[in-house]
């Protein structure tokens, strides 16, 4: 039963490299998010999607683009890393309104 | 402007005492709460919640209460046990156009003593 799982677990980024953050759910859950987690502090909305074909900005979108063609996919992609970047970053997936949220274990970026 | 607060960041409790956790929030529409527990290196696990239309909702050792007139909630965990050590973060959300998101608040390092 694997749920929600992230590929990358670790990652370093030079300043000006881009990559993507994988995310797959094997429950058939619409919806999808991304949060990052910087140190000390809560988890910030990315992006969100409510299904295939949809996605939509959260509380910090800027440096980050997603994009949800089938429904157990949810990359994110970093195009151009800066240090502010420096994160762990959470996909989670929900059933929908009123169903609570299922992480991945994260993936740990440092970018220098 | 933070809609969820945690404003104690760390708690400690002796061993089979009560814990208790407290958030607050600003946003008059959030509908429904949920609790989350979360060791370091893994993700954020997910404990119980509760919909705006209860005021406590239980299970096993944990309960959560909400106030809406305050905008506030706890969560309760009795008794207290070392593995309950972790960070908790409380979350909320509402349905707006059509969509749905959760906003988290910052934590709260829970260390329970043996």
């Known amino acids: 039963n694997a749920g929600v799982t992230q590929t990358p677990k670790f990652r370093i980024l030079k300043i000006g490299q881009s990559m993507t953050l994988q995310c797959t759910q094997d429950m058939n859950h619409n919806y999808m998010y991304w949060y990052r987690q910087d140190p000390g502090m809560g988890l910030k909305l990315i992006y969100y999607s409510v299904g295939a074909g949809i996605t939509d900005k959260g509380e910090v979108p800027n440096g980050y683009n997603v994009s949800r063609s089938t429904t157990e996919d949810f990359p994110l992609r970093l195009e151009l890393a800066a240090p502010s970047q420096t994160s762990v970053y959470f996909c989670?997936?929900?059933?929908?309104?009123?169903?609570?949220?299922?992480f991945g274990n994260g993936t740990r970026l440092t970018v220098t | 402007d933070q809609q969820v607060k945690q404003n104690s960041p760390s708690l400690s409790v002796q061993e089979g005492r009560i814990s208790i956790l407290n958030c607050d929030y600003t946003n008059s529409m959030f509908d429904y709460f949920l609790w989350y527990k979360k060791y370091p290196a893994e993700g954020p696990t997910f404990l119980i919640s509760?919909?705006?239309?209860?005021d406590k909702n239980e299970d096993g050792r944990f309960t959560v209460f909400l106030n809406k007139s305050a905008k506030h909630l706890s969560l309760h965990i009795v008794p207290s046990q070392p593995g309950d050590s972790a960070v908790y973060f409380c979350?909320?959300?509402?349905?707006?156009?059509?969509?749905?998101?959760?906003?988290f608040g910052t934590g709260t390092r829970l260390k329970v003593l043996a």
């Open positions: 509760i919909s705006s239309i209860k």
């Open positions: 989670a997936s929900s059933l929908g309104y009123n169903s609570p949220l299922h």
């Open positions: 979350a909320a959300s509402a349905r707006t156009s059509g969509t749905y998101k959760y906003i």
